[in-house]
Nanobody, 129 residues
Framework: QVPVVESGGGSVQAGGSLRLSCAVS?????????LAWFRQAPGKEREGIAS???????YYADSVKGRFTISHDDAKNTLYLELNSLKLEDTGMYYC??????????????????????WGQGTQVTVSS
């Protein structure tokens, strides 16, 4: 069983909004603890943008703080990312990731991509002017 599956990407004009979803199996059984969104733009390195330790705390990269919101619905086993006030530089492939550890208090594990053991296939977000 694939534990992580993203959906919801698409094309939007600058200033617009999107909502990404990620079905994560295993959260009810606490197989996973730290859930996160990463993104990778063409020619750039993967960037951690938001993470959540459900019921405890969420973390954001400075590049998205105040514009993006991460949330988790435990009943639906689904992770969400609300993207608002989108900018051209938000274009990229967005990945959902799940880790069997609590998010690090010093940054939400956004700089620890290799620690996450489960990854989705990615969903494309394209922002145009």
């Amino acid at each position: 069983q694939v534990p992580v599956v993203e959906s919801g990407g698409g094309s939007v004009q600058a200033g617009g909004s999107l909502r990404l979803s990620c079905a994560v199996s295993g959260t009810k059984e606490r197989q996973f603890y730290c859930l996160a969104w990463f993104r990778q733009a063409p020619g750039k390195e993967r960037e951690g943008i938001a993470s959540i330790f459900p019921g405890v705390k969420s973390y954001y990269a400075d590049s998205v703080k105040g514009r993006f919101t991460i949330s988790h619905d435990d009943a639906k086993n689904t992770l969400y990312l609300e993207l608002n006030s989108l900018k051209l530089e938000d274009t990229g492939m967005y990945y959902c990731a799940a880790g069997t550890f609590p998010c690090r208090s010093g940054g939400g594990s956004l700089d620890r991509a290799t620690d996450f053991g489960a990854w989705g296939q990615g969903t494309q977000v394209t922002v145009s002017s």
